[in-house]
């Protein structure tokens, strides 16, 4: 086991690193819906019509936002979280807050299938840092 003594900082730093690592890999996107759906398949009832080409996109772009998000200087990113935060709420897409719990889970997931360099202790940097931007997510279930 590494030493997990880090400051939020170098957490963010390693947890960026290992992202921009998997997500180079071909197919993470896809990867990652599968996990997802084998989490839990009644997940897949908000993606009937989808077009997952798109779809994969928009989640690629949708990750590096929460990541940049935790950076200070970061205003767009946060922006962004807060549009999709909107746009998953209860008045839109309705994606309930208990979905997040598999979310997070499918993503530690396809992270540790897809970065070259993970070890065990990623995944509790990766829980910790994702944790933040999507407690906002949830957070602004009600608001939307």
Do not use: C
């Not at 400051?7 to 180079?24: D, L, P, T």
């Amino acid at each position: 086991m590494r030493e997990r003594k880090k400051s939020w900082e170098q957490k963010i730093q390693i947890v960026e690193a290992s992202f921009r690592r998997a997500s180079r890999q071909t197919g993470f996107a896809r990867q990652f819906y599968q996990n997802l759906f084998f989490l839990s398949p009644k997940l897949k009832d908000y993606f009937q019509n989808t077009d997952f080409e798109h779809q994969e996109k928009a989640l690629m772009r949708g990750l590096e936002f929460l990541i940049e998000s935790l950076q200070p200087e970061q205003k767009h990113a946060k922006q962004q979280i807060t549009r999709i935060a909107q746009s998953h709420s209860a008045g839109n897409m309705n994606i309930h807050p208990h979905s997040y719990y598999y979310w997070i889970e499918a993503l530690i997931m396809t992270a540790g299938e897809f970065d070259s360099q993970w070890h065990k202790d990623l995944e509790y940097y990766w829980r910790e840092v994702i944790s933040a931007p999507v407690s906002f997510i949830v957070s602004q279930y009600f608001k939307g």
